[in-house]
């Protein structure tokens, strides 16, 4: 059923930074407990973090009670001059989103702007996009905060590595 | 099929500010011949344009070669202090977005930031999302040039004034 069909509905609060990246992949900041409400609403099968910490307890719980799956990937918040982004980590993560049975997924990290950015990024690289296109859009979710080393990341990312299942790719 | 299992595809150019609002429905600038390509893999049904000149002549051969319906709600450019979006054309733009039988469907105008912004505002009041959300991603498409005077325009919007057919409201 619509969102919009139900008039009644209390207001939803959609994590920080929150967008729809292609059908079934969505991105924010860190999901919060405000967040809840909105977040059932997609349905989400899986969600893909990008933190390294533990999940706190609210999170899991929220989780197990809808039957969503969790993927970590963990990757250190990428402050410059230390970034240090495992192009292996991308990579697995990739895999996770480029399977359609894993959908409907969120990707998130903590603010929603570099280690989503440059996942997103290389997600547009696989879909071809030019460069001017994914740098607009990783600006965009980053802003004011856009780091040059991110761009070069996706930039320089070869998607060649990236592995795949073709019976279960997202339509 | 993916655009991802492709990899002999050229390169895709989106649309400037070229975004994915909600499932089929997405909203750009103005579509120029270099997006087209890109445009054509959206498998567009319908193209909602906010402007009130006549289409060019490129586009309209575009959209018959892909049989893609023209939706025209022309509001003027809103530069403030002039702003003056008229209610009822906001209206019936939402009662055609609000019907999948249009969908996948791209909503425009000339640089997607301002009237683009206010209908997809207006979609979110639909969808209940918080002014706080609904505002920043406002302003996420309209930097650096976010106006005041659309913001207010969203948050007086009276969604109870749209009306739908319930049997093709969007999932």
């Known amino acids: 059923r619509a969102a ?29 407990k ?8 997609l349905g989400l099968r899986s969600i893909l973090t990008l933190i390294l910490e533990d ?3 609210q999170n899991q719980k929220f989780m197990e009670e809808n039957s969503i799956q969790l993927f970590q ?20 993560a990739l895999t996770v989103l480029l399977d359609r ?10 603010k929603g702007k570099h280690r989503t950015g440059c996942l997103v990024g290389c997600l547009r690289k ?6 001017t296109s994914i740098f607009d859009e990783y600006r965009r979710f980053s802003h004011p905060k856009s780091r040059s080393m991110d761009q070069q990341f996706i930039e320089l990312f070869d998607v060649s590595r990236v592995t795949f299942d073709e019976d279960w790719l997202p339509d």
Chains 1, 2 share one sequence.
């Open 126 to 131: 696989l879909q071809h996009w030019s460069h």
């Open 73 to 92: 990937f963990g990757v250190a918040g990428n402050k410059e001059p230390f970034v240090d982004i495992p192009e292996e980590t991308i990579c697995a």
């Open 34 to 41: 405000k967040n809840f409400s909105f977040l059932k609403k």
């Open 101 to 110: 049975r894993n959908h409907p997924i969120l990707i998130h990290c903590n």
């Open 4 to 32: 919009t069909d139900d008039p009644g509905d209390d207001e939803l609060y959609p994590t920080e930074n929150f967008n729809m990246i292609t059908k079934g992949v969505y991105r924010s900041a860190f999901p919060k």
């Open 55 to 57: 999940y706190p307890d």
